[in-house]
């Protein structure tokens, strides 16, 4: 299962579906690529700004992600070339139909690379752009409150 950025968040902080999140990942194979490191650290960063999170939780989450990555809980796939070139191609089939984002883009490209379905994420345009791969998706079906 290819984690993106948001859910890792969710994982890691009660956030309103985080339970379902975090059924899904007990016992799967989890996968993300390096570029999430810093989409979490980022967003860890603008919870505890918004008053979200204190100081002690942020790096209490931070710490949390470090030790699934070193209990190869979360396995961190590294960027290269190829996947940038692969972002480029999804972004191009996918256009226009789909507006995907840069890093949405790159995060996709990842997934596809390293064959680590489902593609795990609640970003209306990434599942999107899933669709037109034809990359599986979870949670399947449509995501009410999916974020743009």
């Not at 007990?26 to 918004?50: D, I, M, P, W, Y």
């Not at 379905?117 to 995501?143: H, N, Q, S, W, Y």
Request: charged fraction near 25%; aromatic fraction near 4%.
């Amino acid at each position: 299962m290819y984690l993106d950025s948001c859910i890792i968040v969710k994982l890691l902080v009660p956030e309103a579906d985080s339970a379902t999140f975090q059924a899904a990942a007990v016992g799967a194979r989890l996968s993300t690529s390096e570029l999430a490191l810093t989409e979490v650290f980022s967003t860890l960063l603008r919870k505890e700004q918004n008053g979200e999170l204190s100081q002690r939780q942020r790096k209490a989450a931070w710490t949390a992600l470090n030790a699934l990555v070193a209990r190869r809980q979360l396995r961190i796939r590294p960027l290269d070339n190829v996947h940038l070139l692969k972002a480029n191609h999804i972004l191009e089939r996918c256009h226009p139909a789909v507006p995907l984002r840069t890093l949405d883009a790159i995060h996709t490209a990842a997934c596809d690379l390293s064959q680590d379905f489902p593609l795990c994420t609640t970003d209306r345009r990434m599942r999107d752009a899933a669709k037109v791969l034809g990359i599986p998706v979870f949670p399947e079906g449509k995501i009410p409150d999916a974020t743009e």
